[in-house]
Structure formats: C-alpha cells, structure tokens
C-alpha cells in the first residue's frame, strides 16, 4: 500500500476524517457529501444546538447524517457525546458499548462554537473520565483555556499546563486525542506522551500562520479556532504531520458557516474545508518531500488508535493544478471554502 506509483501520482487506502463539524438541516444536506465523497468514516462533532449530549439524540441525528450522505452509501458516521457538567455517565457508558457512541467530546465552556454548555470545571465531570478510562472510551479535547486574562494566542499552551498535564497524569490509561492541535507546545505535550495520547491536525493549520488573518485587511475566512498561531508553530505542525509517528491522524475540523455570518462585525469561527481536504493535505505532504507518510496519517494512525479496522478501499491522488472555486452553493446559501480562489498541486482522480 501508500504506493507512490510515479513521482507524479500516488495511490492509498481510503482516508477517514477523524474531526467534522457537519452541522443540521440545510447544511447538513448540503455539506455532507463532501465529507462523504473522501472519507469512509468520519467523527461527527456533538456541538449543535441543542448539543448532542444522549444516546437518543445522537441516534437521530447519526440517521440524519446518512440521508443527507445517501449518494455515498459506504459513508460511517461516528458519533460523539458533548460532556457537560450534568453528563449522564450512565447513559453515555451504554451508547459507547451499544455502539452509537465512538467516543466523547470535552469542550471547556464557551471556548468556541455552541460550547455554552461545555464544561466549566474537569473536576466536575471525573467520575465520567473514570468510567471513559475503564471503558476504553476516546476522549476529544477542544484544549483551550476561557480565561480573559490569557491571550487568545496563548490559551493551548495555558490549556496543556493548567489542565491536560494534569488530567493525563490522573488518568494515565484514558485514551486521550488533542484535538486541531495549533502549537509546537502541542507537538512537545503529544511527543512527550504515552500511546494513549493522539492529535488530529487540521489543513489550514499546516497551510497558514496567524498572518493570514490579516493580509491586506480583516480576513474572516482565515479565522478559526483555535486561532492560527506563529510560523514557528506551524512548521513544528508540518514536521509532527508527516513525521511518520502513529500519534499524528487526519481531522480537517470543516467547520462551515454561511458567507454572512463570516463576513460580519462579529465573524463565527470555522474554515470550511471539506471539498478539497485531501488535495490540501497531499500539497503539504508533497512540499515537505513526505509523500510515503500521507497514507499514515490520513488512513492508518486513525483507526489504530481508535482500534478500528482499516479501510480496503483505495484513493489515487495525482499532481495536478487545480482552482478552488470561490464560492460553494449551500442550498440557498453560499460559503467561502478554503483555499478560495486558490490553485493546489494535487486532484482525485480514482
Ligand atoms: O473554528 C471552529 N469552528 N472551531 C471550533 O472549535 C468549532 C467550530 C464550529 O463549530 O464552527
Ligand atoms: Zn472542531
């Protein structure tokens, strides 16, 4: 496998997407496909609104999912729980073991979108970790601390030293995946970890720098959060994502949001990077030189720490310019994709 079958196309398993946001309604049934064109399975983040906090829900909406995918009939979608104060440890243990729950989302509250009702304090929520631990059940952290006080810059690496440290060493056999890791303190904090601690690395985390937030002017399509950090940060990304180490897994984070609701005084966060999120990946794999390690990272290191079975299918890739359109049509809505208007080096072609 991973055959690189000339310098100018390159074969691999079929990849899965191990963090998407692919909302409700409209946009769901708009955005789904997308997801569903690339990726065998995808982990479907919890944080709609209401939130996905019970089995029940999240059977109803694992059904919505696969009719908005319907033209994608091998498409698995992988719930997860949305961890409040109040969880109900109970019922969560019984959607992880009937098998509609894949794993557990901690969002700290109000540290992004729709995460009102994350939680406030991990003390708050131990017994449920405890039983997660047990259980062998995934938790995905949004690692970023709330506070005023620390710089919107900082707050992941704040995160690691106030909280996760902490919680790991606590917990030292809860599978742990830190989620869109934007830091070289990341890289340090997930190298310096046992095989239990993974991260899913985003594209616009491997393409940008915090730069592009503000090139020639406000850029809201940039935004997203965690927010893009320094240049330092990001080459320390690039080097864990094709370094070959299983601890590294595929998490595009596709985030949509209307055009509107981008580009506005008080702009929503999230890239919307479904529609051509291998092509962007293989263009960095391929600028490092590290082409052998796309299928690593974008089809293997994922459902091993999951302890899922590895896709058979296979996708080619070939070098290729192609334009990224400038606008998705969104049922009646429009969103700016990522990469918009720009040229990558690499198509799907089989
Ligand atoms: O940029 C983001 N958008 N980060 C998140 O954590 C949430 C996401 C969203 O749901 O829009
Ligand atoms: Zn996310």
Redesign the pocket.
Known sequence: MNDIISPDQIAIRQPDDWHV?LRDGDMLRSVATYTARQFARAIV?P?LSPPVTDTASAVAYRDRILSAASDHGHFTPLMTCYLTDSSDAEDMAQGFQSGVFTAAKLYPANA???SAHGVTDVANIMPVLERMQKMGMPLLI?GEVTDADVDVFDREAVFIERILSKLVDQLPDLKVVFEHITTADAVDFVNGSGANVGATITPQHLHINRNAMFQGGIRPHAY??PVAKRERHRLALRKAATSGSAKYFLGT?S?P?EIHAKESACG????FNAPYALESYATIFDEEGALDKLEGFASIHGPQFYGLPLNEGIVTLQRSKIIVPENIAAGGATIVPFHAGQELGWQIVG
């Open positions: 946001h983040m944080n992004t979108t729709n949004h997203c959060l984070d985030a949001h929503c966060a999230g890239i």
